[in-house]
């Protein structure tokens, strides 16, 4: 397993550091990235979790990061298709472990399935993924470049 170290935090993109994304590793036998998320306050509701748009967005970053792993970054996926199912509350203030896998991937599809987890093992989210293989952008191709 490659650790996240092995990935340099300047590449990563501006939404990740928004979620409270880190990059723990990646499992290149099974094309598992493993993620760690810290539930921030301003990504909750009055109920004191996570609004269930947002849940989205953290599947969709260990989804996307398993396949830009398993192209050494040289490509991301396009979404076209996400289906989210939620199980539980990840609540404010948590650590939640993702878990992204690409499942197979071509030249003109990449499917992709991923999981939200409590540090015990509880799983609070699962979603899938058909996305379109892509180039990987840079910031400086988007504009993005700060």
């Given at each position: 397993m490659r650790s996240g170290d092995d990935w340099n935090s300047d590449q990563g993109s501006p939404h990740s550091a928004l979620l409270g994304s880190e990059l723990v590793g990646f499992d290149?036998?099974?094309?598992?990235?493993t993620m760690r998320f810290k539930i921030l306050p301003?990504?909750?509701?009055?109920?004191?979790?996570?609004?269930?748009?947002?849940?989205?967005?953290?599947?969709?970053?260990?989804?996307?990061?398993?396949?830009?792993?398993e192209t050494s970054g040289e490509k991301a996926p396009l979404n076209f298709e996400i289906s989210m199912q939620l199980l539980g509350l990840l609540p404010e203030g948590a650590t939640i472990i993702g878990k992204?896998?690409?499942?197979?991937?071509?030249?003109?599809?990449?499917f992709l399935e991923g999981e939200l987890l409590?540090?015990?093992?509880?799983?609070?989210?699962?979603?899938?993924s058909t996305?379109?293989?892509?180039?990987r952008p840079s910031?400086?191709?988007?504009g993005m470049e700060g």
């Amino acid at each position: 397993m490659r650790s996240g170290d092995d990935w340099n935090s300047d590449q990563g993109s501006p939404h990740s550091a928004l979620l409270g994304s880190e990059l723990v590793g990646f499992d290149e036998e099974s094309s598992t990235a493993t993620m760690r998320f810290k539930i921030l306050p301003q990504m909750c509701t009055w109920r004191g979790g996570v609004q269930g748009g947002l849940v989205a967005g953290y599947l969709d970053d260990v989804m996307g990061y398993a396949y830009v792993m398993e192209t050494s970054g040289e490509k991301a996926p396009l979404n076209f298709e996400i289906s989210m199912q939620l199980l539980g509350l990840l609540p404010e203030g948590a650590t939640i472990i993702g878990k992204g896998r690409v499942v197979r991937s071509g030249r003109r599809v990449v499917f992709l399935e991923g999981e939200l987890l409590t540090e015990e093992g509880q799983v609070l989210a699962r979603a899938t993924s058909t996305a379109i293989p892509t180039a990987r952008p840079s910031p400086t191709e988007t504009g993005m470049e700060g």
